[in-house]
Every structure is written in structure tokens, then in C-alpha cells.
């Protein structure tokens, strides 16, 4: 998937993220945060504050530790929330850490990371 659009508007509660699927018509309408959603536009813009904002830091400690971001899966929707993992391989072994979606994509945004979408998950989102 990639990220297709981010809308953000100051006047409500959620923002919402559009991932479309890479080589496909399929779409993924997420709603997430404003801060998140300003933190995916300030990286997909690589706009560069003096001090490390927190998906920089994750950056910086995944980084740190020796480790890369392999990708990162949208792998569930329980009752209209939805969960994602980051895939970090370190010293070649695989690590899946916990994750919110727009976290996730957050961290990948403007990095060529691939961002995947479980068929499942985009079923249900469908209905």
C-alpha cells in the first residue's frame, strides 16, 4: 500500500488517512489523530525540526540498536479499530512489535519501508 492522501482539518476530532493499494484499486480510510496526522505530513514533507519529534526518536532508536524496519502491517480490525506491527529484523532475526496504524505509518512516511494491509483487514474495512 501507499499512503494517497492525508486530511487533515483543525476544526474536528479525527483525521483521516488514505492508503491505496500499490498495484490495485483498493483503498484503506483510517482516522487518526491530529498530531499524528500532522507528525505523517511533516515526514512525507521531510520537514526537519531542531529537536527529534517522537516518530524521530523511534527512527533514531530502531536505528541505534542495530536494527532496521523491515515493514510495517495493518494486520487486524476489531470493532473499528484497527492494529499494525512493525517488522524489525536485528542481527537476522525477525522482531514484530505492537503498534497503532498511525504510528506506523508515521515512521515510514518518506522512507521507501513498505506498508502492507492484511486482505482480511481490507475486507472488513470494505463492509
Not at 15 to 27: A, C, F, K, P, W
Amino acid at each position: 500500500m501507499d499512503l494517497a492522501q492525508i486530511r487533515i482539518s483543525e476544526t474536528r476530532d479525527h483525521q483521516v488517512i488514505v492508503l491505496r493499494e500499490r498495484n490495485g484499486s483498493r483503498l484503506l480510510q483510517i482516522l487518526i489523530g491530529l498530531s499524528e496526522a500532522l507528525a505523517i505530513d511533516r515526514r512525507v514533507k521531510e520537514m526537519r525540526l531542531q529537536r527529534p519529534m517522537t516518530h524521530d526518536l523511534l527512527a533514531n532508536v530502531i536505528e541505534s540498536l542495530s536494527c532496521e524496519l523491515e515493514k510495517v502491517v495493518i494486520n487486524d480490525l476489531q470493532e473499528g479499530t484497527f492494529y499494525a506491527k512493525l517488522v524489525l529484523r536485528h542481527h537476522g532475526q525477525l522482531i514484530e512489535v505492537d503498534s497503532r496504524p498511525s504510528d506506523a505509518v508515521a515512521l515510514v512516511a518518506g522512507t521507501d519501508v513498505p506498508l502492507y494491509v492484511e486482505d482480511h483487514v481490507l475486507a472488513e474495512a470494505a463492509s
